[in-house]
């Protein structure tokens, strides 16, 4: 099994004199879906940041074993004024592929999340939990050996988060990516992941990190078994020890 | 309840492209209706207190001084001895403010591109663009006559120098106005400056942009007619002519003239709203208004 992502020893320090990650040490292997839980400032976006190369470490190692990193970020981050098709299709045209190819692409890659028909709707024209599916169809539609996920489920009410994370769970079935997703729900994070990963308040650091058992596909039901109930809890533990 | 929603979804669904465009023209037309009905009035205000002031406020020997709309229109309208020039003259005008108009749109947008390249180009050339907007038209003028002549491009110089601060503003505020996320996502797939520039900064810009070009437009208005005023050499503009008949104290053809040049006013002001309207729901996806 290729690690795809390794942190080693990673400590981030900002000009400004913040600390936001100190000696995280974390690998992310492909086939694996590993969720960050922590308290708010504790550096996950951060962590997120180093690992997409958009931010450099200031002290340890990191290293990336990826020739595609896609990247979802919080709020859908679509332009306006391209449909659903052409915002999903615009990884193509930044990485130069050839229009034919990049389109019937960008069509698979909706067809997937479940937008088929919605391809000439402008962002304005759809719901919060639509423009998340366009968002990630097109970080999908780069074929991600790392996916980088920020809190996408953040801003969606309960029952379209619910639907969501049945939805990315076999996307991740599917495409089996090495997945590195942030989140504040301790309930979603164990169900999505085969590995919870739980830092510390600021400087962040990682305090547990704890296996997933299940199988994919996992059923919506599984978060109202006992074992469930029982994880959620060991995680919760750790987070409120360290905050 | 529920049948109801569920026989009236598919009704609304099924009455087809006709239908709703039909319905779409009409709204369109209301939405005019409802924007032309205002200005109507208010041009009957206009109309109204015009009279009362002349009729009601000046006595009969110093209604010369604001004589009555139908006064002014009955002398001139119908007498080409007066219109023709004033219209060759108010055509000349349109000309200059609409090239003074495009070479401040090209050069303001330029120097918004360049200024939106680095903070350090921006810190370096913004104070110029405040300076030129700072000092006062009227300051300048005689200068650029001294330096320009007293011709036509004098005339274009001094609007293009009142109309580029709107583009310039606008468009480096619309640049900028990306957010960081979409900034990260384009670094994230290794875009190019000038993919940066074409995919994400400028259709970013683009409401702010037609922001820009309404105000300038209506600027360069003003600026052709300042123009004109100052710089007589060559065939005479509305603003030249305006000069003239006040010296005169031709009170019917000077009214007549300010009415023309309120209405291109208008016309210019509206062409561009209208144009920023159409441009902009098209740009977001149609449905939006
Ligand atoms: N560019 C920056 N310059 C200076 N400080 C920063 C910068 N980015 C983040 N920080 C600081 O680093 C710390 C961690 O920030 P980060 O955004 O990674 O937290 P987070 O865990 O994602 O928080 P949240 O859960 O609220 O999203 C914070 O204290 C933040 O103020
Ligand atoms: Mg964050």
């Given at each position: 099994m290729t690690r795809t992502l390794v942190l080693d020893d990673v400590t981030k320090a900002f000009p400004t004199g913040t600390v936001a990650l100190e000696g995280v040490s974390l690998a992310v292997a492909a086939g694996e879906f590993v969720s960050v839980v922590g308290p708010s400032g504790c550096g996950k976006s951060t962590l997120l940041r180093l690992a997409s190369g958009?931010?450099?470490?200031?002290?340890?190692?990191?290293?990336?074993?990826?020739?595609?990193?896609?990247?979802?970020?919080q709020e859908a981050t679509l332009l306006e004024w391209r449909s659903?098709?052409?915002?999903?299709?615009?990884?193509?045209?930044?990485?130069?592929?050839?229009?034919?190819?990049?389109?019937?692409?960008?069509?698979?890659?909706?067809?997937?999340?479940?937008?088929?028909?919605?391809?000439?709707?402008?962002?304005?024209?759809?719901?919060?939990?639509?423009?998340m599916r366009v968002s990630i169809a097109r970080a999908l539609v780069a074929e991600p050996d790392l996916a980088l996920f920020d809190e996408p489920f953040g801003a969606l009410d309960e029952i379209t988060r619910l639907r969501m994370q049945t939805e990315l769970q076999s996307l991740f079935e599917l495409k089996n990516f090495a997945g590195l997703?942030?989140?504040?729900?301790?309930?979603?994070?164990?169900?999505?992941?085969?590995?919870?990963?739980?830092?510390?308040?600021?400087?962040?650091?990682?305090?547990?990190?704890?296996?997933?058992?299940?199988?994919?596909?996992?059923?919506?039901?599984?978060?109202?078994?006992?074992?469930?109930?029982?994880?959620?809890?060991?995680?919760?533990?750790?987070?409120?020890?360290?905050? | 309840m529920s049948a109801a929603t569920m026989t009236g979804r598919p009704q609304s669904g099924t009455s087809g492209a006709g239908a709703t465009s039909g319905a779409g023209a009409r709204r369109r037309l209301a939405a005019t209706g409802a924007k032309v009905w205002p200005l109507l009035a208010a041009v009957a205000g206009i109309v109204a207190v015009w009279y009362a002031v002349t009729y009601l406020v000046l006595t009969p020997e110093r209604r010369f001084l604001l004589p009555p709309l139908h006064q002014v229109l009955g002398t001139t309208l119908g007498n080409p001895a007066?219109?023709?020039?004033?219209?060759?003259?108010?055509?000349?005008?349109?000309?200059?403010?609409?090239s003074g108009l495009a070479i401040a749109v090209v050069l303001g947008i330029g120097y918004a591109?360049?200024?939106?390249?680095?903070?350090?180009?921006?810190?370096?050339?913004?104070?110029?663009?405040?300076?030129?907007?700072?000092?006062?038209?009227?300051?300048?003028?005689?200068l650029i006559g001294i330096w320009m002549g007293y011709g036509f491009s004098a005339r274009i110089v001094v609007c293009v120098i009142i109309a580029l601060f709107p583009m310039i503003a606008n468009t480096l505020f619309g640049l900028q106005s990306a957010g960081p996320d979409a900034h990260d996502l384009f670094t994230l797939n290794r875009a190019t400056?000038?993919?940066?520039?074409?995919?994400?900064?400028?259709?970013?810009?683009?409401?702010?942009?037609?922001?820009?070009?309404?105000?300038?437009?209506?600027?360069?208005?003003?600026?052709?007619?300042?123009?004109?005023?100052?710089?007589?050499?060559?065939?005479?503009?509305?603003?030249?002519?305006l000069?003239?008949?006040?010296?005169?104290?031709?009170?019917?053809?000077?009214?007549?003239a300010i009415i023309l040049t309120a209405l291109f006013g208008v016309a210019v002001f509206s062409v561009f709203a209208a144009l920023d309207r159409a441009v902009i729901g098209r740009w977001y996806g149609r449905g939006t208004s």
């Open positions: 958009l931010d450099h470490v200031t002290g340890g190692d990191i290293e990336v074993n990826a020739t595609s990193t896609s990247y979802v970020f659903a098709l052409r915002n999903v299709e615009l990884v193509g045209e930044l990485r130069g592929a050839g229009k034919a190819d990049r389109r019937r692409r960008a069509q698979e890659a909706l067809d997937l999340v479940g937008l088929t028909g919605f391809e000439k709707q402008h962002p304005r024209q759809l719901s919060g939990g639509m423009r997703f942030i989140t504040h729900s301790v309930s979603e994070a164990v169900y999505l992941s085969t590995r919870v990963v739980v830092m510390s308040g600021r400087p962040g650091r990682v305090v547990a990190d704890i296996p997933v058992p299940w199988s994919y596909p996992r059923p919506p039901e599984l978060r109202f078994e006992p074992e469930f109930a029982a994880l959620t809890g060991e995680v919760s533990a750790a987070l409120g020890e360290h905050s | 007066v219109m023709g020039p004033m219209l060759d003259a108010l055509w000349q005008t349109v000309g200059v403010a609409l591109v360049v200024m939106a390249q680095a903070g350090w180009a921006e810190r370096i050339l913004y104070p110029y663009a405040v300076i030129l907007q700072t000092i006062p038209i009227l300051a300048l003028t005689p400056r000038a993919q940066r520039l074409l995919k994400l900064q400028f259709p970013a810009a683009l409401p702010a942009i037609f922001t820009g070009l309404r105000n300038a437009a209506g600027l360069s208005v003003i600026g052709a007619i300042v123009g004109d005023f100052f710089f007589q050499q060559g065939s005479p503009g509305i603003g030249g002519l000069r003239t008949y006040t010296l005169r104290l031709n009170m019917d053809a000077l009214f007549m």
